[in-house]
């Protein structure tokens, strides 16, 4: 029998082979990242496995993937369902990007600590939001609505095994099989021709349109390694002739710790692509849809921490426009040299960031009683605080990602008033409660806190309890 993990790490895995074959640039990315990663962990030690285990991180993706329609949505929370991963989280980035973006979003991932351990697959899935008039006249919002009922991204038989590896936790060694087969090709670049005209009829509104509703198929469209050290990846990944987008998109670099999440990548390549034209006639012109990505993730903010960061990045672009001529890098790392605690003590005692809490083999034998609050058992010794690690995604920064990746602007009419999408009603849409990626950061504290407690018999505490 083949466990839900297991299958999640192979999914994973022939995902990366494929992916590595038909991008070539990727496998340079992945290559890359395992030498940064290997040389941090001989500099640093076991410093550098203080957010994951290093084979954890070596193994460690996010893919992307978008669909057009609730029912296309429901059928991927099913394949995702069968690898012990559930939708996180809500990112509208129709609101964070400047340029055309009609999609919201959800990240399919494990939610359990263990899960995560074992394999932290993700990914991030879009979907098309064609009842936005911003961006689809009621012509054409039909004209696609129509085009998508038309079309299936996943074989009954994949969807079938997807249901039994769910509710059974496993599948047999040969369904695995077919199930694995099945689920990496539904996520491949499709050979079908491409209608050229209805293609370029959605690129003029969103080359993410396009990408969606104008081809018969979904795919993968990055899949992205973990580094940890993003700044010494750019310059590998420069130096070796490989065109990085321009910026890292998230926290700058800086000398505290590092927070959330930190990203770039290397931009989407024209590849070949069939398409037909008016007339019937088959021709090769080429599109431009597949990229890689690559992250550093950081320590999982509280929603005080959260906010800490959000008004930190609206600090820096409100000087970034009043001083255009400055390095952007540079402004953000002054203010947040100014604003941001910068050690993990800090963000702990302000209740800013999560760790999970451990007693100490080595904590204070004379007699004394412990202190109450948190920060002071970590301060004096009876407790040892681990960071959790972020598993989600930053909504600018995806924008970032998407923007940077279009070929057009495309077009947006901001006199209309947009259509109301929300977390409730994607969850609605999916058929499946999205959770909250607080709660789980939250849960996965408290139970730590809790087993502190009940070893030293302690009052009851809470892990946001800060210094007084
Ligand atoms: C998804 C972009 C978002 C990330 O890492 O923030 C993303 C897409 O391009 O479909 O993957
Ligand atoms: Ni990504």
Known sequence: MTSQWQLRAAFAARLSDMYGREV???????????????EVLRTHGSHAERLGSIHRVTAERHGAIRVGTPRELRQV???FGALGMYPVGFYDLREAAASA?????????PVDGEELARNPFRVFTSLLTPADPRFFDAGLRSRLEN?????????????????RAEATGELPEEEAERFLQLAVRAFELSPEPVDKAWYETLERVSAVAADIGGVRSTHINHLTPRVLDIEELYRRMTERGIEMIDTIQGPPSWRGPDVLLRQT????????RAL??????????????RFGEVEARGIALTREGRALYDSLLALVDEQTTSRPEANRGELARTVWEQHMPGSEEQLLAQGLAYFTYQVEAGRPQDGSRPPAAVADLVEQGWVRAEPIVYEDFLPRSAAGIFQSNLSG???????????????????????????????????QQNRSVAQVTRELRLAPFTGQERLT
């Open 24 to 38: 070539p640039a990727y496998t340079t990315l992945v290559d890359v990242s395992r030498e940064v990663n290997e």
């Open 77 to 79: 929370a099913r394949v």
């Open 101 to 109: 973006v009609p999609v919201i979003s959800t990240a399919f991932r």
């Open 147 to 163: 085009f998508l009922d038309g079309r299936e991204l996943f074989p009954p038989e994949l969807l079938a095994l997807a249901d």
């Open 265 to 272: 990548s290397f931009r989407a390549l024209a590849e070949p």
């Open 276 to 289: 037909r034209t008016p007339d019937g006639a088959v021709t090769t012109g080429a599109l431009r849809v």
């Open 409 to 443: 602007e495309g077009s947006r009419n901001n006199d209309q008033q947009g259509a109301a999408y929300d977390a409730a009603w994607l969850s609605g849409a999916i058929g499946r409660e999205i959770q909250d990626p607080f709660a789980l950061y939250e849960q």
